[in-house]
């Protein structure tokens, strides 16, 4: 339920909306702080108003709307993404889930434009492919169009960049971490009816091509290279933990989602980020539920 200052936002006349843009852009700090905490009280309606003067000339005014508009734009996205959380079951839409997250943090993002952007890739990769060949060979052509031809790649470099976690920064900047290069590769998969699942290992996210004839795994942080089981065995050997048959069990979509968020919490909380840390610790409540 709207708040009675919220509901009052329509209410307020030209001459009073004029008044609050002119301070709005006052040099005085601590006057632009009252009037920003005044135009925030009356709600989300106000970005109606607002957005026009975000492309104002004043380059002052142009950013304190901006920042305004984005704040309410960021407060309905997360939003919409708890009540996502709250919603659905074990099993959803993995696509719609990892853009919604996106849109927490990029509010102005075309979630549409993402999704036609995956179509046109898995239609170029259709005409590449014999889907009845053998596993290993339709495997390497994904991986061979994907890390080699589009140069989607796994950022060793600053693999605790947030950015690596947001799916459509990934489709972006085609870098990565585990996780989000293996949701590129499901998404894909799903798209060309491909029998592939993604496997949470200890300290590490592959995706598992299984079919009545092979089973592989694909590394596609480090450009989608071809693991067999035993691969996997050994890994978690090397980290001290002891393997068993459900370390290699599908994923569902929610503890997927789960997995993510987890990462950025825990990212956001080392950066000494408290409020992108809260925002996270809501959403990792919502998923556990």
């Known amino acids: 339920m709207n708040s009675p200052q919220a509901k009052s936002a329509g209410k307020l006349d030209e001459k009073q909306r004029q008044a609050l843009i002119s ?22 309606a ?94 390497r052509v994904v991986n061979d169009y994907l890390f080699r031809q589009l ?11 947030p950015e690596n976690s947001y799916f459509n920064r990934v489709m972006d900047r085609r870098v990565g971490n585990p996780i989000s290069l293996s949701i590129l590769y499901l998404l894909l998969a799903r798209r060309l009816r491909l029998p592939v699942a993604g496997i949470a290992l200890p300290g590490h996210f592959l995706v598992r091509y299984q079919s009545s004839r092979a089973e592989l795994y694909v590394d596609a942080f480090h450009g989608g290279r071809l693991l067999t089981k035993a691969d996997c065995v050994k890994h978690v050997v090397q980290l001290r933990q002891r393997f068993e048959e459900s370390c290699l069990a599908p994923v569902s979509p929610r503890r997927i989602l789960l997995r993510i968020c987890a990462n950025l919490h825990q990212i956001y909380t080392q950066q000494k980020a408290p409020v992108q840390a809260e925002r996270l610790q809501r959403y990792l409540v919502a998923l556990a539920k």
């Open 46 to 139: 106000c970005s109606e108003w607002l957005r026009e003067h975000t492309l104002s000339n004043d380059p002052v005014l142009r950013r304190r709307a901006n920042e305004i508009v984005y704040h309410f734009a960021r407060q309905g996205a997360d939003t919409q993404f708890l009540a996502f959380c709250l919603n659905q079951g074990e099993d959803f839409d993995l696509e719609h889930g990892v853009l919604l997250l996106s849109r927490t943090h990029y509010p102005g993002i075309n979630i549409e434009a993402y999704s036609a952007l995956l179509d046109d890739i898995a239609r170029d990769l259709r005409q590449r492919l014999d889907l009845n060949g053998p596993a290993d060979l339709i495997l």
């Open 151 to 161: 140069k989607f790649t796994g950022d060793e470099h600053n693999f605790y960049d």
């Open 23 to 44: 301070l709005l852009a006052d040099d005085d700090a601590k006057v632009y702080r009252t009037v920003r905490e005044r135009i925030i009280s009356y709600g989300p």
